[in-house]
Structure formats: structure tokens, C-alpha cells
């Protein structure tokens, strides 16, 4: 028998204090020499996925996916995402684990120690956000040094959303996908909100939907259509997003925020 809520959440708050912190130094180091060594981005894969389902585990959280059957796995995506909590890196991280994922990520992330240079070394981009110009060449370096097979996930929000509703996407991620060629895959993500809430140092049990959807080709498109691409695919989101949340009041979970 589990404890009640009120126990179970500082509990599993304080084991995730205890436990994550050494272990996401151990799996950055492994991603570090992996890297180093020059292994393939599938191996350096093994220590993204093995933290992911780690912090799953001792968070208590039931992951449901659905539309992985409409993924093409023999090419890459330029992934978007909405933004809930930082317990979405490691659902995603979890729940897309057939893809070979790299991130584009603030530079507030890239600074901690250890885990900050794993990012680097292993391939995800870092973005300042207030200097334009800047993230744009930074992203493009970084894209033009991935290898082949790695798809990259954007946060297209910019940041994780305060109210908890879905948020006007920046044009960033589609002048990318545009730029090298990789199809949109749109994938919304609802219920980690519950889970680690903005500003709060709190780890609570739940359930957490992930709807992927169909990709969205980029085939004849110019930079000039990034904003109608964008649009499109806001849309995309807004409409999975609303699948996600309904899937998780149908299983007796409130999803937060605001639909």
C-alpha cells in the first residue's frame, strides 16, 4: 500500500533529490566518454534514454503514447513540442525513444556543471533567446554538425508556459527544418504540469499523454513560408494537445493549465 497523497509527494520529491542528482552526473559522464570515444549517436542514445526512464520510475510516472506507428524511423524530424514543466524532457526523452533525440536548449541548462558539457559534446545546441541573431547561427552550426540519423526537438513556445495554456510558437524551428530539409513532427504533451509545476520544487505521481502526429512535410518550401509553416503546425499542436488532455481526463487525471 502506497502512502497518502500528502505523504506520498514530499516522499517522492525528497528520493528524487536523493537519487537524480548523482545519477544524472553518472549517465552524463557515460554520454561525455561515449562521445568522446566517437561512438555512434545510437549508443550516446543509451544514456539519454537509461535517465529518462530512471527519473520516470522514481517519479511514479505512467507514460501513455500514442501515434508512434506514424513515425518513419529510418529518417530524421525536426520535432516541436509545447512546454509544460521540465518533467517534459524526460517523458519526451522516454516516450519517443524509437527516435535518436537531440535537444535545442537554453544556455542556463548548458552551464551546470558535468551534465552541461554532456549536452555539448553529445550534440544539442545551446540558445540564449534574447540574442536572435546569435541563436540563429549557433543553431545552424549545430545542425550542420548532427549526424545524419539525430532528430532535433524545439520547444517552440521558447520557454515553459506560466499559465499552463498553449502559447504562440517562434519561427526559429521552422526556418530550420526548412533550411535542412527535415519534416515536422508534431507532438504535444499534457499532465506534467501536475507533476513539477513551474517554480516549485515538488516531484508528485501521475500520468502523462503524449500524442505524436502525422509529420508535416517542408518539400519546395522556402524560408519565406516559415511563418505559415509555423502556423500549421501550432495548429497541429493545439489539436493533439487537446487529444492528450482529454485521453488524461478519460483516465481520471487532471491534466492543469488551461485548455
Not at 108 to 121: D, K, S, T, W
Request: some cysteine.
Amino acid at each position: 500500500m502506497r502512502p497518502p497523497e500528502a505523504l506520498d509527494t514530499p516522499l517522492r520529491t525528497a528520493v528524487c533529490l536523493l537519487v537524480l542528482p548523482p545519477a544524472l552526473v553518472l549517465y552524463s559522464l557515460l554520454g561525455m566518454v561515449l562521445a568522446l570515444a566517437g561512438a555512434p549517436q545510437s549508443r550516446v542514445h543509451i544514456a539519454y534514454v537509461g535517465f529518462a526512464r530512471l527519473c520516470l520510475r522514481i517519479g511514479a510516472t505512467r507514460l501513455v503514447v500514442n501515434g508512434l506507428d506514424r513515425l518513419d524511423l529510418g529518417r530524421p524530424y525536426l520535432i516541436v513540442s509545447n512546454h509544460e514543466s521540465n518533467w517534459d524532457l524526460p517523458a519526451l526523452a522516454a516516450g519517443l525513444s524509437r527516435l535518436i533525440v537531440r535537444y535545442v536548449v537554453k544556455k542556463e541548462i548548458m552551464r551546470i556543471p558535468i551534465f552541461g558539457q554532456a549536452l555539448r559534446l553529445t550534440g544539442c545546441v545551446r540558445v540564449v533567446r534574447t540574442q536572435t541573431a546569435r541563436d540563429i547561427e549557433r543553431i545552424r552550426s549545430g545542425m550542420a554538425k548532427r549526424a545524419r540519423e539525430v532528430s532535433v526537438l524545439f520547444f517552440a513556445e521558447g520557454t515553459r508556459s506560466r499559465d499552463g495554456a498553449l502559447h504562440e510558437f517562434k519561427k526559429g524551428a521552422f526556418a530550420t527544418a526548412i533550411g535542412f530539409a527535415l519534416p515536422i513532427l508534431p507532438v504535444a504533451i499534457a499532465g506534467t504540469r501536475p507533476i513539477w509545476p513551474k517554480g516549485k520544487l515538488r516531484v508528485r505521481r501521475g500520468t502523462v499523454a503524449i500524442e505524436v502526429g502525422e509529420p508535416i512535410p517542408i518539400d519546395g518550401l522556402t524560408l519565406d513560408d516559415r511563418t505559415a509553416l509555423r502556423d500549421r503546425a501550432h495548429a497541429v499542436v493545439a489539436e493533439l494537445r487537446a487529444v492528450a488532455r482529454r485521453r488524461l481526463r478519460g483516465l481520471g487525471y487532471d491534466p492543469g493549465g488551461v485548455d
